[in-house]
């Protein structure tokens, strides 16, 4: 016997009792575990679970390293289009969709600030690369801006701390952009005239002509856990020589293992480790 009824209008959702969950969760490419984003968020983009680096914004890194106070410069450059690009999708159109996206004019932003540690406080200027920026790209006003960054730390006598984060030279800027090569080159040579410390932090991916040029030429280069480095990436390299390449070649552990790196830091360290080894290079300028 049916002692009671229950009308099926009582158990069916409505707007106000639907759960929404999308976008709540995501998951770890390296170990495939679902993640809940705010759990994420808070461990700064790292996977609790097996230490995977997600990407992290140039603002989300500027955040982290350096105090509150700091300065945000050279944010007026932009891109211009002075080959008139058009592929499957016009230059002038990705760059408006980039700055849309991002909040930048360009894939880079310069910071003038202090990064504290327990050893003290140092003044730095910071360069930190957006990858969500056309992939990170290096462009003319990449190189100008890296550059400026080089003319402000020279003009403080403050250490040089780099970013890097892309795909390489932008190639709808065509020579253009391989000219930053040198230029950025050109001008940290300056700091090694001056004994001003320089310290290129890697992160994933770092390759192309930003590797070949200003990414490796730290007094200190640093990179963070499983960074891509590297010049061609691997499949180009394996169809190239036509052989299978090791295992875990170049990630920043095989880097480090291969006298390429100076150290793997993880992003929870970076401030501290950045603030001991800025500390500990300025003494040893000085005396």
């Given at each position: 016997m049916t002692w009671f009824k229950r009308d099926a209008h009582e158990i069916s959702p409505t707007?106000?009792?639907?759960?929404?969950?999308?976008?709540?969760?995501?998951k770890c490419p390296e170990c495939g575990k679902t993640l809940w984003k705010a759990e994420l968020e808070a461990n700064l983009k790292v996977c609790p679970h097996c230490g995977y680096h997600f990407k992290f914004s140039a603002r989300e890194r500027v955040e982290l390293l350096l105090e509150p106070g700091y300065e945000l410069v050279d944010l007026e450059l932009q891109s211009t289009d002075p080959l008139e690009f058009t592929d499957l999708k016009p230059y002038k159109a990705r760059l408006a969709a980039a700055r849309k996206s991002t909040g930048l004019n360009d894939a880079i932003l310069n910071a003038v600030g202090r990064i504290a540690g327990l050893y003290g406080e140092q003044e730095v200027v910071l360069s930190v690369m957006e990858y969500g920026f056309i992939g990170g790209s290096m462009g003319a006003v990449m190189g100008e801006t890296i550059a400026r960054a080089v003319d402000r730390a020279l003009e403080k006598r403050v250490p040089l701390v780099v970013v890097s984060a892309s795909g390489g030279a932008r190639m709808m800027e065509g020579i253009a952009s391989l000219m930053q090569m040198a230029k950025v080159s050109a001008a940290l040579a300056k700091m090694d005239d001056a004994k001003i410390p320089y310290i290129s932090l890697m992160t994933d991916p770092t390759t192309g002509g930003v590797t070949a040029s200003f990414a490796m030429l730290g007094d200190l280069n640093i990179a963070e856990?499983?960074?891509?480095?590297?010049?061609?990436?691997?499949?180009?390299i394996e169809q190239t020589i036509r052989q299978k390449l090791p295992e875990g070649f170049?990630?920043?552990?095989?880097?480090?293992?291969?006298g390429f790196l100076d150290a793997i830091v993880a992003r929870k360290d970076l401030k501290a480790y950045l603030a001991q080894t800025l500390k500990w290079m300025t003494e040893a300028k000085a005396s």
């Amino acid at each position: 016997m049916t002692w009671f009824k229950r009308d099926a209008h009582e158990i069916s959702p409505t707007p106000d009792h639907e759960v929404r969950t999308e976008g709540l969760w995501t998951k770890c490419p390296e170990c495939g575990k679902t993640l809940w984003k705010a759990e994420l968020e808070a461990n700064l983009k790292v996977c609790p679970h097996c230490g995977y680096h997600f990407k992290f914004s140039a603002r989300e890194r500027v955040e982290l390293l350096l105090e509150p106070g700091y300065e945000l410069v050279d944010l007026e450059l932009q891109s211009t289009d002075p080959l008139e690009f058009t592929d499957l999708k016009p230059y002038k159109a990705r760059l408006a969709a980039a700055r849309k996206s991002t909040g930048l004019n360009d894939a880079i932003l310069n910071a003038v600030g202090r990064i504290a540690g327990l050893y003290g406080e140092q003044e730095v200027v910071l360069s930190v690369m957006e990858y969500g920026f056309i992939g990170g790209s290096m462009g003319a006003v990449m190189g100008e801006t890296i550059a400026r960054a080089v003319d402000r730390a020279l003009e403080k006598r403050v250490p040089l701390v780099v970013v890097s984060a892309s795909g390489g030279a932008r190639m709808m800027e065509g020579i253009a952009s391989l000219m930053q090569m040198a230029k950025v080159s050109a001008a940290l040579a300056k700091m090694d005239d001056a004994k001003i410390p320089y310290i290129s932090l890697m992160t994933d991916p770092t390759t192309g002509g930003v590797t070949a040029s200003f990414a490796m030429l730290g007094d200190l280069n640093i990179a963070e856990p499983g960074a891509l480095i590297g010049f061609a990436g691997p499949r180009v390299i394996e169809q190239t020589i036509r052989q299978k390449l090791p295992e875990g070649f170049q990630r920043s552990e095989f880097l480090l293992q291969h006298g390429f790196l100076d150290a793997i830091v993880a992003r929870k360290d970076l401030k501290a480790y950045l603030a001991q080894t800025l500390k500990w290079m300025t003494e040893a300028k000085a005396s």
